[in-house]
């Protein structure tokens, strides 16, 4: 499926739009920028999540990850239920 295009002005340093072209051409500056720029939103969103992650409250109780042990004996208990649930 093609993604809806649009055209817009991009201002960046004249070293920056050289390094570019002499990278990947100027034929290729828009596709360059366009990967550059999904990349950078693909950090910024996730660095958003973490940041609102570390915000939870340490006190949090979840059952099975009360230690390293803990954490470990839970993600093989699921896999073994589901390696269980599959062999059905």
């Known amino acids: 499926m093609a993604h809806a295009l649009t055209r817009t002005h991009l201002i960046a340093p004249k070293e920056l739009i050289k390094e570019v072209?002499?990278?990947v051409g100027p034929r290729r500056r828009?596709?360059?920028?366009?990967?550059a720029a999904a990349e950078k939103l693909k950090?910024?969103?996730?660095?958003?999540v973490t940041r609102r992650a570390m915000s939870l409250p340490a006190e949090l109780d979840v059952?099975?990850?009360?230690t390293p042990e803990a954490a470990s004996k839970w993600v093989h208990d699921l896999r073994v239920e589901s390696d269980r649930k599959r062999n059905v």
Not at 43 to 48: D, G, Y
Request: glycine share 6%; aromatic share 16%; no cysteine.
């Open 21 to 23: 072209d002499r990278l």
């Open 30 to 35: 828009s596709e360059f920028f366009t990967e």
């Open 43 to 48: 950090r910024e969103k996730l660095l958003q």
């Open 63 to 66: 059952p099975g990850w009360e």
